[in-house]
């Protein structure tokens, strides 16, 4: 009795793993080269705490006084992607690539080069994904002059960025599908301001003379055409 049921079971863990391995065989794995082109809009978030004289680099060594030094900046700065990526699809479920394009900020620009990782988490028409951008943010251009309203130049020098993203792909034929994803975006840079001196003309609104590193934080949506 014993053996007629190990043998029982047998056959059946023997009927199931057959059944598993053929409905993975209707769905061929699918190795190529895949391309995407994105737009992608994002708004700043948080604050960017500027630094006492005695923690930042300065251009010029002020004499501050307290009440004239700007504690925080918001960063309101909202953000215009285009790129294009190029890809290899290893199977149904993974692909990674390399991507470029063009960030626009309200006063400046970037031009991101990075390494991008992609999951497809299930195969089906639609489906959850997620993706993962690493690289740098070259400069393209940015303002000379401060901003009005808060008399700085956020943005001023190259970084690190990165970008995670989770979203659906929709197969829309067996030669393209749609990317719409939610983001957030992160680019390391630097930010320029002014200390103005006790007894000196105000220049700020022309001018900057202190510097140091920033964060700027960013969260949007994309929207992307895979073929």
């Not at 708004?43 to 501050?64: K, R, S």
């Not at 199977?91 to 991101?112: E, K, R, S």
Request: hydrophobic share 40%; charged share 15%.
């Amino acid at each position: 009795m014993k053996r007629t049921l190990t043998l029982f079971l047998a056959i059946i863990l023997f009927a199931s793993i057959t059944d598993v391995q053929a409905q993975r065989n209707r769905i061929p794995q699918e190795s190529k080269f895949v391309f995407m082109t994105s737009l992608a809009y994002a708004t700043g978030a948080g604050d960017i705490q500027l630094a006492n004289f005695d923690c930042h680099e300065a251009l010029l060594p002020p004499t501050l006084d307290a009440s004239q030094v700007l504690k925080t900046v918001r960063n309101k700065n909202f953000n215009v992607n285009v790129e294009q990526l190029i890809g290899y699809q290893f199977n149904n479920y993974f692909y990674m690539g390399v991507g470029t394009g063009i960030d626009f900020w309200q006063h400046t620009a970037f031009v991101p080069l990075y390494l991008n990782l992609s999951v497809n988490m299930m195969q089906t028409r639609v489906a959850p994904t997620a993706f993962l951008n690493l690289g740098w943010g070259f400069k393209w251009y940015i303002s000379s002059r401060p901003e009005v309203a808060t008399r700085v130049i956020h943005g001023t020098n190259q970084g690190p960025m990165g970008e995670a993203g989770l979203g659906l792909r929709i197969q829309l034929s067996d030669k393209g599908s749609l990317l719409i994803a939610g983001t957030y975006k992160l680019q390391y840079s630097k930010i320029r301001y002014s200390i103005v001196r006790d007894g000196e003309d105000d220049f700020s609104a022309n001018l900057t003379n202190s510097i140091q590193p920033a964060f700027y934080h960013f969260g949007g949506v994309k929207v992307g055409i895979i073929y």
